[in-house]
């Protein structure tokens, strides 16, 4: 699925002045989560673990670890519990 916001975000990301930088990589990983979240209640899985690895990439915290762990559990299962598609 492409992601045009992500893809300029990352462009502006290479441009910006480096007061911005840690700023603007923190919101690339708030963007990537919410693409995340949003393949999770889809069921959409492997989209999800894929948006929540970039978004690691940005920003290392445990929230984002917990998205990509649950993203390798059986869809079944993920259904039962947070009620997704």
Not at 47 to 68: D, F, G, Q
Request: aromatic residues 18%; hydrophobic residues 45%; positive net charge.
């Amino acid at each position: 699925v492409p992601d045009i916001v992500g893809s300029e975000l990352n462009f502006l990301l290479q441009r910006i002045h480096p007061s911005h930088y840690n700023s603007l990589r923190q919101y690339c990983a708030l963007w990537h989560k919410m693409r995340a979240s949003s393949y999770f209640s889809l069921g959409m899985l492997a989209y999800a673990r894929k948006e929540t690895y970039i978004a690691l990439k940005y920003s290392k915290n445990y929230k984002l670890l917990v998205y990509w762990l649950l993203s390798f559990l059986p869809r079944e299962f993920l259904k039962k519990v947070f009620r997704i598609a």
